[in-house]
């Protein structure tokens, strides 16, 4: 599965007239705990993929399926998370789609519950040829592709007025 939700990213009035500076809101459709802003466009678009990380971390420390990325609306961009976070996010899905508990992984790896811990949090640097045997371990593999990227358009829309 590829990590790519679409994102609204926002010129935020309320703010930029109480701050003085240029502000934007980013918010995710999908992953609803994934709030965040920012002083400048490329600013957003870079913290989007933050929050987006931190927000789907959410639901593997709340043992939560991942929810799914929709299609794009119209005026939405789509953002990813880091390629070690995605390789995380996979550990955890599979895990969860075979019923596979923590303890068990851990077991499996050899590795304690604590670092196990750490392996699925998105928020822990872990080193990738340890996620690749967890992934190994869940019946899946990495597989790294390139692609053509243009950087999202600037925004058109305004964010609306409270």
């Known amino acids: 599965m590829r990590y790519s939700y679409p994102c609204l990213i926002e010129r935020d009035l309320d703010e930029a007239r109480a701050s003085g500076r240029e502000a934007y809101s980013v918010t995710f459709r999908d992953v609803e705990p994934a709030i965040t802003g920012a002083r400048s466009w490329p600013e957003a ?7 987006l990380g931190v927000a789907l971390g959410f639901y593997v420390n709340d043992d939560q399926d991942l929810p799914l990325p929709s299609s794009p609306l119209h005026e939405e961009v789509m953002i990813s998370v880091a390629p070690l976070v995605a390789a995380k996010l996979a550990v955890y899905a599979a895990m969860r789609e075979q019923g596979m508990s923590r303890a068990s992984l851990a077991e499996r790896l050899e590795m304690d519950h604590e670092s196990v811990g750490k392996l699925l949090d998105p928020r822990f ?15 899946r593999a990495l597989v790294v592709e390139d692609c053509p990227v243009a950087p999202p358009p600037e925004p058109v829309g305004v964010a609306a007025e409270a």
């Open 45 to 51: 678009v870079d913290m989007a993929g933050d929050c």
């Open 125 to 139: 640097r872990t080193h990738l040829t340890i996620v690749e045997r967890a992934l190994a371990v869940v019946g």
